[in-house]
């Protein structure tokens, strides 16, 4: 997939090229067109022609690889690693020049050959030429690569976004770029995390880049637990617990968000961490029934009752800390906690699938919600990170890592985020969701 995307890039660049005349450039939109069908002895001819011209360039040659590759049924056939060291010679490819790169074009054909070589299952070769190149090529996901789910006002939301919590302002400005550049188009944010300002200037760089477009953003934040009444701290504590007002009317609250919607301030409104009662009680007294529900979800607390009832209102399903949320321990100790929590990264089960699929732990995580049509939103401002917990949709899981990952499950007692410890009293209020 990969491969063949790349091809068409490395081709359409050549357009470029100092020494290509029009004939050039319609043997090279016909040899594209050839590989397009899956003709690559075809394609290979054509390539054949302009390769052999000594003006061609190397992008050229590489493109003959790829196809000579593909011909072959992605198989190491003679005619490949003939071609292949042409294009050694032509662009001096040698592993010393990768500590020194900064064209880009050399690093497309670079990461295109670490593709060759994990079709060709040398895997090692493939990541050491794949982690020296990352900063400079592409981005992994294109746009068009990340599915979404249709809600119940026949708007569509990715499957994929990413999530902003604990990210402060300029680390999330840099964070959402670089997630928007990736192909991401779902950013997950609240007025809580404080950064607000920060997504919306990463929001605005991405769209002055050119790249991406306002209108394909899709932007959910949250009510504040403050939300109701006028106050600067966003937890006000008084004596070590959280201040509360238990006066709290879910449905005058729904209401009210109901004519956000028609006065165009929002366009799909949702809940998140209801209960499956609070959720019943919003859709009894509903004129919009919840989009959207954003619970904890992950291998490890699977929301089983939760995401069915989900299903039979036509309510979409995210699930947030599917990572296991391994920053909220910082989280906690800065609130004078010490906790243990659950390290699902390095679950054996998830290790063992990631690496029969030659992927990360992170990706099988995510990868096991989205494939059951769970919204993922992991976080990280780490831009490698994001690329990586993006890249779900080249891959799947078969039915026994599925299996062997939902038995992972432990029900209530998997949960890692708990309001509770993180806010000393707030289960004493009527409507604490846990
Ligand atoms: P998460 O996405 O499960 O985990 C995020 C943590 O994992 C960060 O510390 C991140 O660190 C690290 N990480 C990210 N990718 C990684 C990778 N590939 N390998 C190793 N570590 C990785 O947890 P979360 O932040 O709790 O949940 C995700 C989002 O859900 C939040 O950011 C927020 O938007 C939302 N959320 C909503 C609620 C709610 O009440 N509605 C509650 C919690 C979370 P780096 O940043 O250093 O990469």
Redesign the pocket.
């Known amino acids: 997939m990969y491969a063949t995307f790349l091809f068409f890039r490395v081709t359409m660049s050549s357009k470029s090229d100092k020494n290509s005349g029009n004939s050039d450039k319609e043997l090279a939109v016909k040899a594209k067109s050839e590989f397009n069908k899956g003709n690559y002895g075809n394609c290979v001819q054509i390539l054949e022609k302009l390769t052999a011209d000594k003006s061609c360039d190397v992008k050229l040659a590489h493109n003959k690889a790829v196809a000579e590759f593909y011909k072959g049924g992605l198989k190491k056939t003679e005619s490949f690693q003939k071609a292949l060291k042409a294009i050694f010679e032509k662009a001096k490819l040698r592993p010393e020049r990768l500590e020194t790169l900064e064209d880009v074009d050399t690093c497309v054909l670079y990461y295109n050959y670490a593709v060759i070589l994990y079709h060709l299952r040398q895997y090692r070769a493939a990541l050491g030429i794949v982690s020296k190149i990352s900063r400079y090529i592409e981005p992994l996901v294109e746009p068009a690569m990340v599915p979404s789910v249709e809600l119940n006002n026949g708007r569509k939301m990715p499957l994929l976004?990413?999530?902003?919590?604990?990210?402060p302002g300029d680390?999330v400005a840099a964070?959402v770029e670089a997630a928007l550049l990736a192909g991401y188009r779902h950013i997950?944010?609240?007025y809580n995390?404080l950064n607000e300002d920060g997504v919306g200037r990463g929001i605005k760089a991405a769209i002055a880049s050119g790249k991406v477009k306002r209108s394909d953003i899709f932007v959910?934040t949250?009510l504040p637990n403050i939300g109701m009444q006028a106050g600067k701290d966003v937890f006000p504590f008084e004596n070590g617990k959280l201040l509360m007002d238990f006066s709290t009317d879910l449905i005058a609250i729904w209401k009210e968000m109901e004519r956000m919607v028609s006065l165009g301030l929002t366009k799909s409104i949702g809940v998140?961490?209801f209960t499956v009662k609070q959720v019943r009680k919003i859709l009894a007294n509903a004129k919009i029934p919840p989009a959207v529900q954003?619970?904890?979800c992950?291998v490890y607390f699977q929301q089983t009752e939760m995401r069915e009832m989900c299903k039979q209102h036509n309510i979409a399903f995210?699930?947030?800390?599917?990572?296991?949320?391994?920053?909220?321990k910082?989280f906690m100790e800065k609130m004078g906690m010490k906790v243990e929590l659950p390290d699902?990264?390095n679950n054996p089960v998830v290790r063992l699938v990631a690496e029969k699929h030659n992927r990360?732990?992170?990706?099988v995580?995510l990868r096991f919600l989205v494939q059951q049509d769970i919204i993922?939103?992991?976080?990280?401002?780490?831009v490698e990170?994001?690329k990586?917990?993006g890249d779900l949709f080249s891959f799947k899981l078969d039915e026994v890592d599925m299996g062997a990952l939902r038995l992972l499950d432990q029900g209530e007692a998997g949960r890692?985020?708990r309001?509770k410890d993180l806010f000393p009293n707030s289960d004493m209020h009527p409507e604490a969701p846990h």
């Open positions: 976004g990413l999530g902003c919590w604990q990210a680390e964070a997950d944010t609240a995390y959910v949250k998140s961490n954003q619970v904890e992950h995210t699930s947030y800390s599917s990572l296991g949320s391994p920053g909220s910082m699902l990264l990360t732990a992170a990706q995580l993922v939103i992991p976080k990280s401002v780490k990170r994001i990586q917990n890692i985020v309001m």
